[in-house]
């Protein structure tokens, strides 16, 4: 195996554990929707994240620096908004419909790179994005009784995510991936600080879930960080939406969250929608001027 081949490997191998990991996150929050909101929840991962972030730069004798500043601001401020409307539309509706709102995320990856960086396209990619949009559609209208405001919430965490994304890509060639973290978790506290009186509701069971959902993301931001840094922007954005299905298992088997029929076609569309571009072979067209 070539050093190319090898290293894309190795990206592919800590996204789809940064996506095993996300999907035990997701449980443990919806496990916790119903003692605090996601505002608490989501400061309390960042909470433990930093703790564990500081702690493991000074076992590995790592300095907390930062090369380039605006990637690892951007991707600090989005990633941390990004999460927070995550967990709050787990705690307004379901780890599933939340989780794939916000996975949606690749959708939006596509669309800033072709409009916004002026990205070549190929006619596969806008026939995957056209049919990602209908699974989405199906979902957000599979019939089934759920909060309309945790839908909302959680396609603006996917598009939030999508701009996080771009930034993180950046961040990831210069940046340590634990530097890159700690500066989500100081934008996630700040923006949740005013949640900390629910704390009085802390109990033995709760406090530990919160350490496994702040751990848990903590090492997921980590892989998927690494993961990033030598595989192609949507490719990487691809494989990051395979949490979904897994989340979406999780949650039926252990939450006994109930699944539509129009929902698992919808999602099934959706990822149809998001490899179309990897499976069909075809001239790219130029969309800059």
């Known amino acids: 195996m070539n050093k190319k081949l090898s290293l894309r490997a190795k990206s592919i191998f800590f996204i789809q554990l940064s996506n095993l990991l996300f999907a035990g996150t997701a449980v443990f929050i919806s496990l916790l929707s119903g003692k605090f909101d996601g505002y608490f929840s989501s400061f309390s991962r960042f ?29 600090g401020i989005f990633g941390a908004l990004g999460m927070v409307l995550y967990y709050l539309s787990i705690s307004l509706g379901s780890a599933g419909r939340a989780s794939l709102f916000n996975n949606s995320f690749p959708l939006f990856v596509a669309l800033i790179a072709i409009f916004l960086f002026r ?61 890159i973290y700690l500066g989500v978790c100081f934008a996630g506290m700040i923006a949740t600080a005013f949640s900390l009186p629910q704390l009085v509701r802390l109990d033995a069971l709760s406090a530990l879930l919160l350490i496994l959902a702040g751990l848990g993301a903590y090492f997921a931001q980590l892989a998927i960080t690494v993961g990033l840094r030598d595989i192609d922007t ?21 939450l006994s969250e109930k699944l539509s029929p129009r929902f698992i076609f919808g999602s099934t569309i959706l990822l149809c929608g998001l490899f179309l571009d990897k499976l069909i072979p075809q001239r790219r067209m130029n969309v800059s001027k």
């Open 234 to 254: 949507t490719e990487g954005s691809v494989h990051t939406f395979m949490k979904i299905p897994l989340t979406v298992l999780a949650s039926w088997l252990l």
């Open 119 to 179: 990205d070549r396209v190929r006619l596969s990619t806008l026939g995957g994005l056209l049919l990602s949009f209908v699974g989405v559609a199906l979902v957000l209208w599979d019939g089934v009784k759920s909060s309309a405001l945790a839908d909302i919430v959680g396609l603006a965490s996917g598009i939030i995510a999508a701009a996080s994304y771009h930034f993180n890509k950046q961040a990831s060639q210069t940046e340590d991936p634990i530097v």
């Open 47 to 75: 909470l433990v994240g930093a703790l564990f972030g500081f702690a493991q730069l000074a076992v590995l004798r790592r300095p907390f620096k930062i090369v380039r500043f605006k990637p690892w601001l951007g991707r």
